[in-house]
């Protein structure tokens, strides 16, 4: 595998990337353009200050920031210098995020400034300004330095302009030698899972899957060198940094890091930048294909999508292609748990597989779906779906007991998830199990319903939950977003369901919101919605 001979590490990914593509440009982020080899250098002086702070091999590094060139420098200076990589989601509280970085271990932050309106600084403070230990948070004791990505920070914290000048005096030979030193069987991050519902664990990943699971991804993608990659996919999660940064590096495509979803932005970017490639969740592409203004704006050098994350719309692939003339529409599956990627379409496969599927096993994987004993299930069986291979993380961070729950002793991993196999092997998530509910004894998989309820005209978007009811244990109840002008009514859902459903599937209550509540990642946070309900 050339991930695993060419580059051995995150590292040495950077380092032959910066030569190979020294002159084609890097990351575009507004008036600032940089090339590959600019890039490389940047990342060595990050790592130069991460050794001046005392960083050893393996100590775990935060970073707490939306999608920037400053966190693109910042995490893979860290992860040369030795460091394992600790993406905190940008949609945390001080609260949540204290809560990883003391369970992390994190011995050096990088965080924003202002961001969205608030302080993550001044939340951090609140959150674990008292404690027992000495540093810059005294509630977190193993964190010993805070850099602030920003001109202004307070007196205890580094300003990242200090942080950068503090490594100025160390031997370039001694930075090559930590970033040789680190290799494939080394965890190269801890990505703590989204956090829908529960507490986030993090998923402890190598170099070498890393390498392996994203050179992959970008073939079957067909990312290419001078590819323009607009990355809206946040940071933290798998899908911005990987299937993003690391896949460009990989390729030599040109990074265009967007910090916040916004539709308008997304097109105004995508022209101006001459985008060729916008992978995003399901909610992104149809907000993208929905905007008024969407004819205002010269779309046409988008070649690739690939979306994920959440069920996708059967109709979404097809306006893709025939609205937007986007040659190649791919979807994929995965989870942090394993990677972030497990099955992928693949160029060329029919339309109504890209649609309807998530595409087949990616090479080295295995992919199988089981009953309630676990028991293999055939072609059309709905049933959890299990995942062994190359790519399955080595466990949860510091968790034995959260591992064996998931990892069994021959390799599998039980992904929560309820999908379906057809005889090409090609996987179609139905749902979360933790979210099915049951309707008078019949299994109700949420998604399923979202699916069918998505194809009525007057519906922009809808969750589905399930909940109490006297006389049958659970029902469903929709929470519909209308599309512009629409006037469709509760009862008029409800009637349209009867016709086009089974009638344990039909929700009995229909309320009608501006908008669903989603984590970064585009899923819809479905905890919140059932707060509605408990009050």
């Not at 590819?227 to 999660?237: A, K």
């Not at 293999?376 to 591992?403: K, S």
């Amino acid at each position: 595998m050339r991930a695993d001979a060419e580059w051995g590490s995150v590292p040495g990914l950077v380092r032959a990337a910066a030569e190979r593509y020294a002159d084609v440009e890097a990351v575009v982020e507004g008036r600032t353009r940089i090339t590959y080899a600019e890039l490389g250098a940047r990342v060595d002086r990050a790592a130069a200050a991460c050794l001046a702070t005392g960083l050893g091999p393996g100590d775990r590094v935060a970073v707490w920031a939306p999608n920037t060139l400053d966190w693109i420098v910042s995490a893979l200076g860290a992860v040369s210098a030795g460091g394992v990589l600790v993406p905190l989601n940008t949609r945390f509280k001080g609260t949540e995020a204290a809560d990883v970085l003391r369970r992390s271990g994190a011995r050096l932050l990088f965080v924003t400034g202002t961001f969205l309106g608030t302080s993550y600084v001044a939340s951090l403070r609140r959150a674990a300004g008292e404690g027992p230990g000495d540093g810059p948070l005294p509630g977190l004791p193993a964190l010993e330095h805070v850099v602030v990505l920003a001109e202004d920070a307070p007196a205890d914290f580094l300003t990242w302009k200090d942080f950068l000048a503090s490594g100025e005096g160390r031997d370039p030979a001694e930075v090559r030698h930590r970033a040789a030193a680190v290799d494939g069987t080394h965890p190269s991050d801890i990505i703590f899972t989204s956090g829908t519902t529960g507490s986030p664990k993090g998923a402890v990943i190598t170099h070498a899957q890393t390498l392996k699971a994203y050179d992959i991804w970008g073939e079957l993608a067909g990312l290419a060198r001078g590819d323009r990659y607009l990355i809206v996919n946040p940071f933290f999660h798998t899908f911005g940094y990987k299937a993003g940064v690391l896949a460009c590096l990989m390729r030599g495509a040109t990074m265009i890091p967007q910090p916040v979803f916004n539709v308008s932005t997304v097109l105004a970017n995508i022209a101006a930048e001459r985008v060729s490639v916008l992978p995003g969740p399901p909610t992104l592409l149809q907000s993208l294909l929905d905007h008024p203004a969407r004819d205002a704006h010269d779309l046409s050098a988008l070649r690739l999508v690939v979306t994920g994350a959440a069920v996708v719309p059967l109709r979404l692939v097809e306006r893709l292609r025939t609205e937007l003339g986007i040659g190649t529409v791919l979807t994929a599956y995965g989870l942090s748990e394993a990677g972030g990627v497990v099955t992928m379409c693949r160029r060329g496969d029919d339309p109504a597989v890209i649609a309807s599927t998530s595409g087949r096993a990616i090479p080295g994987t295995e992919v199988r779906v089981v009953d309630a004993q676990g028991r293999a299930l055939g072609p059309g069986a709905p049933g959890e779906v299990l995942v062994r291979g190359f790519n399955v993380m080595t466990g949860y961070y510091e968790d034995e007991a959260a591992t064996a729950e998931v990892l069994s002793a021959d390799g599998w991993l039980r992904t929560g998830d309820v999908g379906v196999l057809d005889p090409a092997g090609n996987l179609r998530i139905t749902d979360r199990l933790k979210d099915m509910f049951i309707v008078g004894g019949f299994n109700a998989y949420p998604a399923e319903i979202e699916q069918l309820l998505g194809l009525h005209p007057d519906v922009a978007d809808v969750a589905v939950i399930g909940v109490p009811d006297a006389r049958l244990g659970e029902v469903g109840r929709a929470y519909v977003v209308r599309r512009p002008g629409a006037l469709v009514t509760a009862d008029d859902l409800i009637a349209w369901s009867r016709r086009e459903m089974a009638n344990y599937k039909v929700p009995r209550t229909v309320e009608f919101v501006a908008q669903l509540p989603r984590n970064a990642s585009g899923k819809v946070v479905k905890g919140a919605l059932r707060e509605r309900v408990t009050g």
